[in-house]
T-cell receptor, first 113, second 116 residues
Framework: GQNIDQPTEMTATEGAIVQINCTYQ??????LFWYQQHAGEAPTFLSYNVLDGLEEKGRFSSFLSRSKGYSYLLLKELQMKDSASYLC??????????????FGKGTKLSVIP | SQTIHQWPATLVQPVGSPLSLECTVEGTSNPNLYWYRQAAGRGLQLLFYSVGIGQISSEVPQNLSASRPQDRQFILSSKKLLLSDSGFYLCAWSVGGRALEQETQYFGPGTRLLVL
């Protein structure tokens, strides 16, 4: 089975740093993805991790620990436009060889002045 | 560069009516294509995926079906809609391959369906 957990909601202040956690228990693992989804819009790709450690992309960083089944997305210098839902997704190859993503329910981040 | 289109953007349909949602990708060949549904308060649910023309795999048994009549066209259909079919339908594509960069999925703008 697939189980991916994220906090439902978070609130942070403009200019601050926020960490969004994701824990997973999945049958098969081949990569962890983070997507951003603004209200009423489609998800947009932010980052992926396949090996343990930190991947940095500008103000956004993502960390992975495969042994702990744990990842986090770190957002620095928060801006009002960062208010969105952040989706954690685990990738794996199916028995037929196709690559599939299983998504968590997302964390709704509200950035306040 | 690659772009993905979906239409219609919004749709209101009565229960029992048929459905056809279309997705097309430009700027790439032989993409992997996916249909997801996002219901209120729930995560993205994979409905169908396709690795080539005429090749469709279903993840969740239900009253929906998918077809891929052309390389870059993916269609989601239903003969009779149910109230529970309401949601945000998203099409996604990936290059496909064994590198994670090639497996990254990119989403279309989505179709918001309301069944009354």
């Amino acid at each position: 089975g697939q189980n991916i957990d994220q906090p439902t909601e978070m609130t942070a202040t403009e200019g601050a740093i926020v960490q969004i956690n994701c824990t997973y228990q999945t049958s098969g693992f081949n990569g962890l993805f983070w997507y951003q989804q603004h209200a009423g819009e489609a998800p947009t790709f932010l980052s992926y991790n396949v090996l343990d450690g930190l991947e940095e992309k500008g103000r956004f960083s993502s960390f992975l620990s495969r042994s702990k089944g744990y990842s986090y997305l770190l957002l620095k210098e928060l801006q009002m436009k960062d208010s969105a839902s952040y989706l954690c997704a685990v990738g794996r190859y199916s028995g037929a060889g196709s690559y599939q993503l299983t998504f968590g329910k997302g964390t709704k981040l509200s950035v306040i002045p | 560069s690659q772009t993905i289109h979906q239409w219609p953007a919004t749709l209101v349909q009565p229960v029992g009516s048929p459905l056809s949602l279309e997705c097309t990708v430009e700027g790439t060949s032989n993409p992997n294509l996916y249909w997801y549904r996002q219901a209120a308060g729930r995560g993205l649910q994979l409905l169908f995926y396709s690795v080539g023309i005429g090749q469709i795999s279903s993840e969740v048994p239900q009253n929906l079906s998918a077809s891929r009549p052309q390389d870059r066209q993916f269609i989601l259909s239903s003969k009779k809609l149910l109230l529970s079919d309401s949601g945000f339908y998203l099409c996604a594509w990936s290059v496909g391959g064994r590198a994670l960069e090639q497996e990254t999925q990119y989403f279309g703008p989505g179709t918001r369906l309301l069944v009354l």
